[in-house]
């Protein structure tokens, strides 16, 4: 076994020296200022993260401790000189988090300092306190709407005649109506929570929930032990005014505690805020001076993971919009964000392939040596809707574009194991909003074979030395038809010590012996994720495991399928922006019939084809593979020509596929449009105008183009394999259910079966049809669901020893 091997053997030197804990080794270019870690992790994302400031300049170092605030950091501050400019410089900032550790600072200027500090500490407390006061109201009040209700239910039974609830025309469905419960997908598995924000106060659900907010996990519901939480405020708030006293100014336990990110803009600042407040909740008691009169945007806000919260690391070869060269881009552009959203600090570091105008130089360098040669990484940052993008910079990255997996094998190998050896490290380098991730509560998320041997970097160059001991690899299996496949020669190219060989080693009929890096990586993270239910089931099987199946058998234990979530904002028919010009228009459910029509419309001018709006359109947009099966259209042509559509192709890849494609034009020019191509606005544009989408894959981990379809009313007709299984319900004409046709076999003529039925009731059946097309755009598709299920695996991942 690879493992015991492992264990019986001396431990490697490390190859890229690592950062000893809790020394003040990072220095930024710009500010050159030493950072310290906590040699703990602490039990929430940075609650206890400290940093020393030496302020030459006033205003640098104001700046710098608005970056730390905003980033919840105590500051230390080491106050080098007393003068007018500074004392300004660190009221500016606001100062409540600023601490002693005055070194030759005047006593007038610590005065300054600490009276506005102080004054700022009680304003944002009061803040906070108005709004857990308003929480508590509410509490009261829907309990007492509750139990009328509860009496108005026993009085209904006791006295059907006077019906308190028809007076109120309120039925059942009112009742419990307005929060719609957890929806329960084909396998159980919880789907979402949803609030009709109109009805909130009637609903007993809603009460739970908002009750639910300002308690830790294990306090109960009933309203006896709600009770029991108000005889605690006082208590709570003693404690929390207390702090306020305190002479050296300690931070608040609600800041402390609280998930924070760094700032960025005002909005995301006060979304923080929202965090720390809600998650933060206890009620005190306020004298009238003490109310302040609570900010109504406080109080909508997103849940939070709670005592989860983690700091969260995805590397990726791809991360849409800057590089996409399929679903692998999209979901790293997204699935960050909605576990922003849920209070973790969430970093992404991918590759920097261009100029990406977002990003800001942070001025930190590291070489690493891959292949005997040293190279030069450099690092960009970007701070975007609560997550820290970061792109590696280096020759080898650099003017790719979109052409990511560009070159020789080994070329791509050695650009490979230099992003992962630089993303190990990047908790370490980057200081995003002036504070390092650090390597406490962190959790890499890896993606594919590209990124696979960053899990094994973290053990063979850290945990095997004793270091990065809590830091946590996670790695999502998107697609394992891309394996990192080469001779067992390739070792070389990885620079590991040579117990590590085993790791990688596979020998299977399609390769036989060879060197196999997703292999290394499924075997060295603490957990792995694929992209669907499905997906997850078939790569158990030699059919879709690829080789690996034996592999992900024997890690059954820490391996779950999460299917994929896609960004409403990116893909949204409502705010499109790519539907906002040429005639194409945004949409919504009650919208729908004369949106799409405008948009179907638009399409067939921009691409040439007769405007008629009776015909169907059909449309496929993918990478033209194996995979995609776009080739079973091409063997379904004859048909498909002969039923009044019109069928549009966008795609890029194999060349005989691409020329295939431009062949369809050539010879059903009136009915056929084949754009050879990458364009992501054409995608968007095809995925509004189009009737229906054709993705016949061959196997498809999750794929999004279905779930973008819904969203936009394109009826799906798939192949029933992996996530498309999963997404695309078949439609059952007599319970008018069912979001698509899903067909069993990947052969032209059940392709051709399923279109059949789709265009006659596209043709014959308006109402189903437009059933299927409202079911499909009626569903919540976001990432928010799919990102809880993420933080349980990362919980998991982080209690793995
Ligand atoms: N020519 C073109 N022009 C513009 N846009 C184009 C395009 N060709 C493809 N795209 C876009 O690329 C994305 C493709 O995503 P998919 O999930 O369908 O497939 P992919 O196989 O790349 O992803 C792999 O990873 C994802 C993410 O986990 C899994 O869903 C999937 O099953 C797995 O194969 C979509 O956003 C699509 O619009």
């Known amino acids: 076994m690879a493992s015991s091997s492992l264990l019986s053997s001396p431990p490697p030197a490390p190859l890229c020296p690592p950062l000893p804990r809790g020394a003040p080794t990072l220095l930024s270019a710009a500010n050159r200022q030493p950072l310290l870690y906590s040699t703990r992790p602490p039990p929430l994302a940075r609650a206890n993260i400290q940093t020393r400031l030496h302020c030459g300049d006033a205003n640098a170092s104001a ?71 308003k929480l508590l109201q509410q509490i009261v009040e829907r309990r007492e709407l509750v139990s009328s209700i509860k009496d108005s239910v026993v009085n209904t039974e006791q006295e059907p005649v006077s019906n308190s609830w028809s007076n109120n025309s309120l039925s059942d469905a009112d009742v419990g109506g307005s929060f719609s419960n957890l929806n329960i997908d084909s396998t159980g598995a919880e789907r979402h929570r949803t609030y009709n924000s109109n009805n909130t106060g009637s609903s007993a659900d809603s009460f739970t929930q908002s009750a639910e907010v300002g308690r830790s996990e294990s306090q109960p519901t009933t309203s006896s032990e709600e009770s029991f939480y108000v005889e605690e405020e ?34 995301s600042n006060v979304k923080d805020e929202k965090h720390e407040d809600l998650a933060e909740a206890k009620v005190v008691g306020l004298s009238e001076e003490q109310e302040v009169a609570p900010d109504e945007e406080y109080l909508d806000s997103p849940p939070l993971a709670g005592a989860n919260v983690m700091n969260v690391i995805v590397a990726a070869a791809e991360c849409a919009p800057w590089s996409k060269t399929g679903g692998l881009g999209d979901v790293v552009g997204a699935l960050p964000k909605a576990l922003a959203r849920r209070g973790h600090r969430v970093m992404v570091v991918a590759p920097r392939y261009g100029n990406y105008a977002e990003a800001q130089e942070v001025g930190v360098r590291k070489r690493y040596k891959v292949d005997g040669q040293d190279m030069e990484v450099t690092y960009f940052h970007a701070y975007i809707d609560g997550v820290d993008f970061v792109f590696l910079d280096s020759p080898v990255f650099r003017h790719i574009g979109n052409d990511i997996y560009v070159g020789k094998r080994t070329d791509i190998l050695k650009r490979m194991v230099l992003f992962c050896k630089a993303a190990v490290e990047v908790c370490f380098l980057v200081p995003c909003g002036g504070v390092c991730y650090g390597d406490g509560n962190l959790v890499f998320v890896a993606n594919d074979w590209h990124t696979a041997l960053l899990p094994v970097y973290l053990k063979a160059y850290y945990r095997d030395h004793g270091l990065m001991i809590y830091a946590r690899s996670v790695l999502v299996i998107h697609n394992i038809a891309y394996q990192g496949r080469g001779p067992e020669d390739d070792f070389v190219f990885v620079d590991l010590p040579s117990n590590y060989m085993d790791l990688f080693k596979l020998c299977d009929p399609v390769g036989g012996d060879h060197f196999n890096i997703f292999a290394a990586g499924l075997k060295t993270a603490d957990r792995v994720v694929t992209v669907s239910h499905g997906y997850s089931w078939e790569l158990k099987t030699p059919e879709g495991g690829w080789g690996l199946h034996g592999i992900i058998n024997e890690l059954d234990w820490k391996f779950q399928g999460i299917v994929n979530g896609i960004d409403t904002k990116d893909w949204n028919p409502k705010s499109d922006v790519h539907l906002k010009s040429d ?46 099966g776009v080739d079973l259209i091409a063997e379904a042509m004859h048909w498909i020509v002969g039923q009044d559509v019109q069928l549009v192709l966008l795609g890029t890849g194999r060349p005989d596929l691409e020329e295939m494609l431009k062949n369809f034009q050539r010879q059903h020019g009136d009915n056929v449009r084949g754009w050879v191509g990458f364009s992501v606005k054409m995608a968007h544009r095809i995925t509004a105008g189009a009737d229906v989408l054709l993705m016949p894959s061959r196997f498809e981990p999750c794929g999004l183009n279905q779930l973008y379809a819904m969203m936009y009313g394109t009826v799906p007709v798939v192949h029933a394999v992996g996530g498309l299984r999963d997404t695309v319900h078949q439609f059952d004409p007599y319970g008018e259910t069912g979001l698509g046709w899903a067909f069993e076999r990947a052969e032209a003529n059940r392709l051709i079966d399923a279109l059949g039925n789709c ?36 919980v998991a991942a982080k209690y793995q020893w």
């Open 63 to 133: 700046c710098n401790m608005r970056f730390l605030r905003a980033g919840g950091c105590k500051l230390l501050v080491g106050l080098s000189s007393s003068n007018r400019e500074r004392g300004e410089a660190l009221r500016a900032v606001g100062g409540s988090n600023l601490d002693e550790g005055q070194e030759e600072g005047s006593d007038e200027d610590v005065e300054d300092i600490t009276d506005d500090a102080l004054r700022a500490t009680i304003r944002k407390s009061k803040k906070v306190l108005a709004v857990q006061r």
């Open 759 to 794: 265009l006659r009731t596209y043709r014959t059946y308006k109402s189903s049809w437009e059933g299927l097309q409202k079911r499909g755009m009626m569903q919540d598709l976001s990432w928010d669901n799919a990102a809880h299920r993420y933080e349980e695996i990362l």
């Open 234 to 267: 006082p208590k709570d708030g003693l404690e929390v005014l207390g702090l306020l006293n305190e002479v050296d100014l300690e931070i608040p336990q609600s800041e402390i505690m609280a998930p924070v990110l760094p700032e960025a803009s005002e909005s």
């Open 583 to 628: 005639g194409y228009t945004n949409y919504s459910l009650e919208t729908l019939q004369s949106g799409k029509a405008q948009c179907k419309a638009a399409l067939q001018q921009e691409l040439g084809l007769p405007v008629r709006d009776n015909i169907p359109v059909l449309a496929f947009i993918g990478r033209l593979d194996h995979q995609k």
